[in-house]
C-alpha cells in the first residue's frame, strides 16, 4: 500500500476544533492508509523567530530551534488523534503504518543527525516534509494548511486572487510572493520528483477524498506544465 506523507501546518492551530477534528479523522483514515504526519511549527516557531530578532542568532542556532518547534507542534497534534504513535526514526514510522496507526514524525532526531538542507529561514517544515518523503519512500505529500492551495495572488489580501487548479514546479518558483509552501521546495522538488497537492485542513473532508483518490478542492504541484 502506498504511503503518503502529511505536512500539517502550524496554521491549523487558529481553529482548536477543526485541528482536533482533522487529527481525529487522520487517526481514522489511517487504519485503512499508510499515514505520516510531518509537523508544522507554529506559535512554537514564532517564539524562535521573536527570539532570532531579538538576539540575531546564529543561523544554525535558529534552525535547530525551528526544528525542536516542530517537535513540540508534532506532541500536540498527537495529542489530538488518539491511536496515533509518536517516532524519531524512519523505521518506526513504517512499523506504525504497517500497525495501522497514525504515525507522527518528529524530526529534530533525523535533521539533527544529518542536517540534509540549508541552515536558514527559506527552510521550513515544507522542505524537512519532502525530505522525511523521500526518505520513507512516500508515493505523495500532502502539504495540510489553511488556504485551498496556491492562488495567483495572496487570497487574504487579494479579492481577485484566483486558486490554482494545478501549477508546475517552474510556475511556482516563478510567482513573486509568499505561497502557501516555502520557496525552497520548487528547488527540491526538481531533484525530487514526487506528487505534491496543497490543501485546507479545515475542511477535512478534502483531505480524506484526496486520500480516497477523488478529487477536491486543492492545488496539484506537477512536475510539467500544467
Keep these: 500500500m502506498a504511503l503518503t506523507v502529511l505536512k500539517v501546518g502550524g496554521s491549523l492551530s487558529s481553529e482548536p476544533k477543526k485541528l482536533r477534528c482533522l487529527m481525529a479523522r487522520l ?5 485503512t492508509h499508510r499515514l505520516v504526519v510531518v509537523p508544522g511549527g507554529g506559535d512554537f516557531a514564532d517564539t524562535v523567530r521573536r527570539l532570532d530578532k531579538q538576539f540575531t ?10 526544528i525542536l518547534a516542530m517537535d513540540q507542534y508534532g506532541l500536540l497534534l498527537s495529542d489530538l488523534s ?12 513504517l512499523a ?3 500497525s495501522g496507526n497514525l504515525a ?4 529534530s532526531r533525523f535533521m539533527f543527525e544529518e542536517d540534509p538542507l540549508e541552515n536558514s529561514w527559506a527552510v521550513t517544515s515544507d522542505s524537512i516534509a519532502l525530505c522525511i518523503a523521500l526518505r520513507l519512500g512516500a508515493e505523495r505529500v500532502l502539504f495540510v494548511t489553511d488556504v485551498d492551495g496556491v492562488y495567483t495572488a495572496n487570497p487574504k ?8 487548479k494545478e501549477v508546475s514546479i517552474e ?13 525552497v521546495v520548487p528547488r527540491l522538488l526538481k531533484k525530487w520528483p514526487i506528487e505534491c497537492v496543497v490543501v485546507n485542513g479545515f475542511y477535512s473532508e478534502r483531505v ?12 496539484l504541484i506537477s512536475a510539467g506544465k500544467p
Design 27 to 31: 487517526a481514522e483514515i489511517a487504519k
Design 57 to 66: 542568532l546564529d543561523r544554525h542556532v535558529s534552525h535547530r530551534m525551528a
Design 82 to 93: 488518539t491511536g496515533s504513535v509518536v517516532v524519531r526514526q524512519f523505521d518506526q514510522a
Design 96 to 98: 506504525a503504518c504497517d
Design 104 to 107: 507522527i514524525f518528529l524530526p
Design 157 to 164: 489580501n487579494e479579492k481577485n486572487a484566483q486558486l490554482l
Design 171 to 183: 510556475a511556482l518558483a516563478d510567482l513573486k510572493m509568499r505561497t502557501s509552501i516555502d520557496s
Design 208 to 219: 480524506e477524498r484526496l486520500l480516497d483518490g477523488t478529487d477536491a478542492v486543492s492545488t
